[in-house]
Nanobody, 131 residues
Framework: VQLQASGGGLVQPGGSLRLSCAAS????????IGWFRQAPGKEREGVSC????????YYADSVKGRFTISRDNAKNTVYLQMNSLKPEDTAVYYC?????????????????????????WGKGTQVTVSS
């Protein structure tokens, strides 16, 4: 049972990357999925999340209008399309799955609730935005 984040890399400012979060050993259908990132010397922060039905999404203000989260339950995968990347987007990006109510995920996203209660975490993928 695991989540695997992939798709990171080195990109110039203004460039794009698409991250994938693939599940194995379980199905993502019943889980809200969140993307988090952690830059050196900083705490892990919420970036974006999507509800199990894909009916609801959330974006941190810092990425709103540039990032798009989506899911393909048939492929057991969630995506994070990142456009107009900035140097401040440089971080290790993690995906996590949670069966808790949507409101709980939102509280985790905005730092009001600990991230420790998430059901599954994937290993991170490094995103570096630099010229």
């Amino acid at each position: 049972v695991q989540l695997q984040a992939s798709g990171g890399g080195l990109v110039q400012p203004g460039g794009s990357l698409r991250l994938s979060c693939a599940a194995s050993g379980f199905t993502l259908d019943d889980y809200a999925i969140g993307w988090f990132r952690q830059a050196p010397g900083k705490e892990r922060e919420g970036v974006s999340c999507i509800s199990s039905s894909a009916g609801s999404t959330y974006y941190a203000d810092s990425v709103k209008g540039r990032f798009t989260i989506s899911r393909d339950n048939a492929k057991n995968t969630v995506y994070l399309q990142m456009n107009s990347l900035k140097p401040e987007d440089t971080a290790v990006y993690y995906c996590a799955a949670d069966r808790a109510p949507w409101g709980t995920m939102l509280r985790r996203m905005n730092g009001r609730l600990s991230l420790g209660g998430m059901d599954y975490w994937g290993k991170g993928t490094q995103v570096t935005v630099s010229s």
